[in-house]
């Protein structure tokens, strides 16, 4: 299943499911797909590696959080950047 969603400059984007975007999506889009997921998984991972502080997304409480190295969760992020 796929929508086509218009933005205010009257671009349009089609969103693609899951389920649908073998036949939505062509190999070399697949492909660049499969390397932007691991591109930031590295990215993560050296993140941690450095013990730096990780940008996340918590889809149950949709709410953004900074992940710090030793596993504490801060959703208030004003505070962190001030």
Do not use: Q
Request: glycine letters at 2%; charged letters at 40%; one cysteine or more.
């Amino acid at each position: 299943m796929s929508r086509i969603v218009k933005l205010k400059d009257n671009r349009l984007i089609r969103i693609v499911s899951a389920e649908s975007s073998e036949t939505a999506i062509t190999p070399d889009d697949a492909e660049m797909d499969v390397r932007a997921r691991e591109a930031v998984k590295s990215a993560i991972n050296r993140a941690k590696t450095c013990k730096k502080p990780i940008a996340r997304y918590d889809r149950e409480s949709k709410k953004a959080y900074i992940e710090t190295a030793d596993g504490e969760k801060i959703y208030d992020t004003i505070n962190v950047l001030a």
